[in-house]
């Protein structure tokens, strides 16, 4: 089998790679061994605003037009709901914090999206003396939907192996790849989330595990139509049903669920919610994060025709599409990398 480029992974960073390679209509297979399930456990918020800090996401007006433009494309083409277009209200905990929030409403990279309307609190089962500020421009990908969907059509198309990538059986020249004899490309792409810590060839990146649980409750009574965010995000699903989240660990490389974290996340939405409700699902996942908070792109340093796409960290549904963008752009025009996601500043 001869295609243009292998790509290894098939979470948010190898959907968004592999979009660029089906739009120009390039030849692909794709590996996963179901090992990382940071995509599948993601909350899928996009939001272009820091609400600890009231501050404004890196790249966020240019991460969102590619971003939603590429999941309105995926709804059509395959026919499913992805984008759930959300208001988040942050909860405002006292005056001061009023105050900062309209403080950054007149900066111009936030003026777009902090509401400067004061949104009082009318449900009787949240605690928000102090009210909310709105946030535009938000929503949520139903992440898990698009991955189950995309992985259908790859293996429909035959593109999907559903198995582990062995390194060792990579023969590597600088004019082509051949993979277990069998598969010959001219480039590949490592997608693989925290999984890169077993790359041979790539696990020398300054790549970090940090750990994330979420839970879904069941809270008949609640009947919100936002997004929370309070000390904890509530997001909610479908039938009365509710995302809470996230936790942060950075010892912890495990995909199993924790009591600690579910305690936690429990204990912190006690503080705005005083309504019944009932713990449905627990999961967990590693995301792959980076100290500088920027994402790890480029090229192998030995072997040129060998490239990462990684560290998406916790904004994966907004940044993925817009790095992928520059990885293809880099590997098939030659346009440098911008210098703040390129994994040169690291070598």
Same mark, same amino acid.
């Given at each position: 089998? %001869?295609?243009?480029?292998?790509? &290894? ?18 030849? $692909? ?6 090992? =990382?399930?940071s995509s599948t456990v993601a909350g899928g918020l996009y939001n272009p605003v820091i ?6 996401? *890196?790249?966020?007006?240019? %991460?969102?037009?590619?971003?939603? %433009?590429?999941?309105? +494309? !995926? ?25 900062? *929030?309209?403080?950054?409403s007149d900066n111009p990279l936030l003026s777009e999206y902090l509401s400067i309307k004061?949104? #009082?609190?009318?449900?009787?089962? &949240? ?9 535009? =421009?938000? @929503? ?9 969907? $995309? ?15 062995? $390194?060792? =059986? ?7 790849? &051949? ?13 693989? /989330?925290? /999984? ?7 696990? %020398?990146?300054? !790549? ?8 879904? &409750? ?10 929370? #965010? ?14 809470? @989240? ?21 204990? #912190? ?17 590693i995301r792959p994060t980076v100290r500088d908070r920027r994402p790890l792109v480029g =090229? +192998? ?11 998406? @960290?916790?904004? /994966? ?28 500043? $690291?070598?």
């Amino acid at each position: 089998m %001869q295609v243009d480029f292998i790509v &290894i992974g098939s979470g948010l960073a190898g959907i968004s790679f592999c979009e660029q390679l089906r739009s120009h209509h390039k030849t $692909y297979v794709v590996f996963d061994d179901k090992s =990382q399930q940071s995509s599948t456990v993601a909350g899928g918020l996009y939001n272009p605003v820091i609400l600890k800090r009231f501050t404004p996401v *890196w790249k966020s007006k240019e %991460q969102l037009q590619i971003a939603l %433009q590429m999941y309105n +494309h !995926l709804e059509q083409e395959f026919n499913i709901k992805l984008d759930y277009k959300i208001p988040v209200l942050r909860k405002f905990s006292s005056l001061e914090e009023q105050n900062d *929030w309209f403080t950054a409403s007149d900066n111009p990279l936030l003026s777009e999206y902090l509401s400067i309307k004061l949104i #009082k609190n009318t449900n009787p089962f &949240i605690d928000a003396p102090f009210g909310y500020g709105e946030v535009m =421009q938000t @929503g949520r990908i139903d992440v898990k939907t698009l991955i189950d969907a $995309y992985k259908m059509h790859l293996k429909k198309a035959n593109r999907f192996f559903e198995t582990v990538f062995n $390194y060792e =059986q990579l023969e590597v020249t600088n004019n082509k790849l &051949i993979y277990n004899n069998n598969i010959q490309a001219k480039h590949i792409v490592f997608t693989e /989330g925290y /999984g890169v810590n077993k790359n041979i060839f790539f696990k %020398q990146l300054p !790549l970090l595990a940090t750990k994330g649980e979420l839970l879904t &409750i069941h809270a008949p009574n609640l009947k919100i139509d936002f997004i929370l #965010k309070g000390s904890v995000f509530l997001i909610p699903l479908e039938d009365n049903h509710y995302i809470v @989240g996230a936790t942060y660990n950075w010892d912890d490389t495990s995909n199993e669920v924790t009591l600690k974290a579910k305690d936690e996340l429990l204990s #912190k939405l006690k503080t705005f919610l005083n309504c019944p409700f009932e713990v449905v699902n627990h999961v967990a996942g590693i995301r792959p994060t980076v100290r500088d908070r920027r994402p790890l792109v480029g =090229q +192998h340093p030995v072997y040129k025709n060998m490239y990462v796409l990684n560290g998406l @960290g916790t904004r /994966g549904v907004m940044i993925g599409p817009y790095v992928a963008k520059q990885l293809f752009e880099f590997i098939e025009f030659g346009k440098p990398l911008e210098d703040e996601i390129d994994i040169k500043r $690291y070598q």
